[in-house]
Structures are given as C-alpha cells and as structure tokens.
C-alpha cells in the first residue's frame, strides 16, 4: 500500500470513528499521575477498541509491516510519558515509560527502557503482569502518519522470555500514536528532562505455520 493511499484511508476511518462515537465516553484506569492524559486518550482509545474485536492486525503501510506468517497474539493501549533528556545539542532519542492496558480497562503490563551495564540505551521493553518479557531491536522501522505525533514503529522482538503474553513473540507494532514528541525549543541545561504524554496502541505477533 503506498503512503498517500495509506493516509487517505486512515482519515477516513478516523472520521467515520468519530461519527459514530461523537455521543460516547471512554475512560480508563492507569496508574496515579497520568489523568491529564485521558483526552489526548481518547480518540486513539476507541480506534484500538474497535481493531482488537476480533484481534486483527491493524492496517499498517508496508513499511512497517510483519508478513503474512506472522499473527497478532496480544494487543495492549498504552498510556504514558516519552522521556527526552537535552544532552546540549538535541534532546536525543526518547525513553518510554507507559502502562498498557487490555480492552476492559485492566492493567496487563509495563512498558519502559532498557539500559546496557555502560549506560548506553538498548531498547524499548515490556513485561507483563505474569513475568513475561520481551525487548524490542533498534533501530526500528517506521512511519510517519501524524506530524504532531511520535512515529508508528515496528520493532524485531529479541529474547523473550519467561511464560506468558510476551513468550514467543517475534515482531511488535506501535500504531495509532498521538503525542510523545520532543520538545521543538532547546533545553535550558544539559540533562534537563522533559516528560511528554503520549498513547499508542500495540500490537504483539507471534511466528505461525499457516
């Protein structure tokens, strides 16, 4: 699919979504520190309802796309902070750290950054709820859907372990992003932080034999 067809059908999409959810609310429950996050929730909250009905993989240019032998097996709506530090030239790559939540509302896992024994970042991770987890290989590949949000990515998976969600997962997909990017002014000093709200729905596959 190329990228103008791609974003053509999401926008309709989106509109249509918000058609039929203009007389809806939505609401979930994170963790204490996040409710100024709900509105910017909102919209990309009910979009990821509805492509997890029936656990689908959602429409995704082929950018970032899995192949056919792979298929979803988890799919989580995470609410959080992109973590930017200005190392005195650019405010470098982003830290995650989010909560991801299933269609009911229930916390499922955590999502932060992991980090080598010299400091350096070694990718984005997950765990879930049962002791499962799974770090993503970076660089990823990615797409830019929204100018004012954080691209949609699809990460190699690396070592999963442990039983649970996470186990045997061989691809992950950031989609549906709203929020998350680094500050456009320069920081005031070197490794001041800066925490930007951000939502994304996630989508974890697993290798299948059809």
Do not use: C
Not at 93 to 120: K, R
């Amino acid at each position: 699919m190329t990228a103008q067809r791609f974003i053509k059908n999401k926008n309709r999409k989106i509109d249509e979504m918000k058609t039929k959810t203009a007389h809806q609310t939505q609401s979930i429950h994170p963790s204490a520190g996040l409710p100024t996050l709900f509105s910017l929730a909102l919209l990309a909250a009910t979009t990821s309802a509805t492509l997890a009905e029936d656990n689908r993989a959602p429409e995704v240019p082929t950018t970032i796309s899995v192949g056919e032998t792979n298929k979803v097996h988890f799919h989580g709506f995470g609410v959080g902070f992109q973590i930017y530090t200005w190392n005195g030239t650019s405010w470098g790559g982003a830290v995650p750290e989010a909560t991801l939540f299933d269609d009911d509302g229930n916390v499922v896992a955590l999502h932060f950054g992991v980090f080598a024994s010299n400091g350096s970042f070694v990718g984005p991770a997950w765990q879930s709820n049962s002791g499962s987890k799974v770090v993503g290989k970076i660089p990823p590949a990615s797409f830019t859907v929204d100018t004012n949000a954080i691209p949609w990515l699809r990460l190699e998976a690396v070592n999963p372990e442990g039983p649970g969600i996470f186990a045997s997962t061989t691809f992950i997909q950031r989609v549906n992003t709203t929020g998350g990017k680094a500050p456009s002014t320069n920081g005031a000093f070197v490794g001041q932080v800066a925490r930007i709200p951000y939502t994304a729905d996630y989508f974890f596959y697993r290798q299948t034999s059809y």
